[in-house]
């Protein structure tokens, strides 16, 4: 299964480091979230994971092998993202946007096969997307288009997803929902995902594993009893975070 690995990455964008020195290994099962201000470079290293970005020096390795050794179809075989930015104004239908997932998989550019329309009628009936399968994408609401993202990511079926603020535009109904696909489909298919989101609490409670970015450009990283910290998250955020605890449970919030 899938391993991604990270050595001694740095990341830049223009004058700024944004990353500097950081080595860990995203295994199959595991739940990775990633937290830090705005600006801090959460977009940036999720697009740097994708094959997008391009480090200014480190290694990722997928596999034991440098992530730049793969073609973009192999590579998305193995890795996609959801961005935050969402699905351009295509022309297109909800059906025909969702079946561009299978692309990588294609043994045929001619037709979608047979296989392939029933994974993805069930990723739509799973998302509550089936009625609208025929609605061309402008046609939609945000939180809509959000679903008809995720549901072109489950589509792709990679081993490793890669989340940008997963929760924009849908309701706390959803967001519980979208949670129990993604917590199965680690549980089932041994994938793994790294989730980019500012609520603290949300990561809290989906993640077991975090990144928390810092200005200086050297993040805290590990399982998260030991980074979710009212000394961790204050610096990270510049502002004060108190933990508020009640009986096994407990939240984050700003003083």
Not at 170 to 199: C, E, G, M, Y
Request: aromatic share 6%; charged share 20%.
């Amino acid at each position: 299964m899938t391993k991604l690995c990270l050595k001694s990455l740095i990341l830049s964008v223009g004058n700024k480091t944004l990353l500097h020195d950081l080595s860990m290994t995203i295994n199959k099962g595991e739940r990775w979230g990633l937290l830090g201000k705005n600006g801090a470079g959460k977009t940036s290293l999720l697009k740097c994971l994708a094959g997008i970005l391009s480090p200014k020096g480190g290694s990722i390795l997928l596999d034991s092998i440098p992530m730049k050794d793969y073609s973009r179809n192999q590579l998305a075989q193995h890795i996609g993202m959801l961005f935050q930015e969402g699905l351009s104004s295509l022309p297109a239908t909800v059906l025909e946007t969702v079946l561009l997932g299978r692309h990588p998989h294609h043994r045929s550019l001619i037709e979608d096969s047979l296989t392939d329309l029933q994974m993805v009628d069930s990723i739509l009936g799973e998302l509550g997307l089936e009625t609208l399968k025929e609605r061309k994408l402008h046609t939609l609401s945000g939180g809509a288009l959000q679903r008809v993202s995720i549901a072109l990511l489950l589509a792709q079926d990679p081993k490793i997803f890669l989340l940008d603020e997963p929760t924009n535009h849908l309701d706390i109904a959803f967001q519980v929902r979208l949670s129990h696909i993604l917590t199965k489909r680690v549980t089932q298919t041994s994938a793994s995902f790294l989730l980019a989101t500012h609520d603290i609490n949300y990561a809290n409670q989906f993640c077991d594993k975090l990144i928390l970015m810092l200005e200086n450009g050297k993040p805290i990283v590990g399982d998260k009893q030991q980074i979710l910290t009212e000394e961790n998250l204050s610096q990270a955020y510049n502002c004060k975070i108190e933990k508020f605890s009640k009986e096994d449970s407990f939240i984050f919030y700003p003083a």
